[in-house]
């Protein structure tokens, strides 16, 4: 919302331009106050400029909420198991700093299982190692066919929330921070600490990120401490 305020029209005396979104279920806003933008010898075209780049950045963070929260929800109802990447025989898993393809199966009553590191040979490689054990082991035909399968990266959030926060598991965000888009981590980061605002290990973790990767966001830090 951009409301604009003549004099005598809000009750506080302001007079200027207010812009207020709602993003993520909390509502952001700032006054562009005329007064200001005179002080400093700029004009009202200046104000109502500034004001509505404002008002399009915290549109775009709320369309990226949504989207964010819209497609982790499409995915937890898509899935049977929060450790699910779509095809069987390969499953997400974590430990500590480290996430993981795991690979496991059986061949005329013998068994077979690996771990590929995602963190170590990156999220491509490591689901084409994956694949390659798994066909090796299962003589598939179609191996081009099945491999496209490939999962999205957010689903590694799936299985970090359930291990984390309810198995209880010892994690490092560091384990899957290095796969998912700054903009997506951030908004999961900001959705889990409101739902767990009393785990302090999961905020250290996110003010050691925030610090770690230089990241000046404001809602997060005050949400971590």
Not at 78 to 85: A, D, E, K, L, V
Request: no cysteine.
């Amino acid at each position: 919302m951009i409301k604009t305020y003549q004099k005598g029209e809000h009750k506080g005396g302001f007079i200027g331009t207010r812009v207020a979104v709602s993003v993520d279920g909390k509502v952001i806003q700032k006054y562009f106050s005329v007064r200001n933008y005179k002080n400093n010898n700029l004009n009202k075209d200046t104000l109502l400029k500034d004001a509505h780049f404002f008002h399009n950045e915290l549109i775009m963070k709320k369309n990226l909420a949504r989207s964010s929260y819209e497609k982790a929800s499409k995915e937890l109802r898509r899935t049977t198991s929060p450790f699910s990447t779509g095809v069987k025989g390969i499953k997400f898993t974590l430990a500590y700093g480290n996430s993981y393809f795991y690979v496991q199966g059986s061949t005329n009553n013998i068994g077979f299982h690996k771990h590929f590191n995602i963190n170590s040979l990156g999220y491509d490689f490591a689901w084409f190692k994956a694949f390659e054990f798994l066909q090796k082991n299962k003589d598939y035909s179609i191996f081009d066919t099945i491999y496209k399968k490939k999962p999205a990266k957010e689903m590694l959030l799936i299985a970090f929330r359930h291990l984390f926060f309810i198995k209880k598991k010892k994690l490092k965000v560091t384990s899957i921070s290095a796969h998912i888009n700054d903009p997506l981590l951030r908004s999961w980061f900001m959705q889990l600490l409101r739902q767990y605002e009393s785990n302090k290990d999961f905020k250290e973790q996110v003010r050691t990120y925030l610090e770690d990767n230089k990241i000046f966001d404001n809602d997060l830090y005050e949400l971590a401490q």
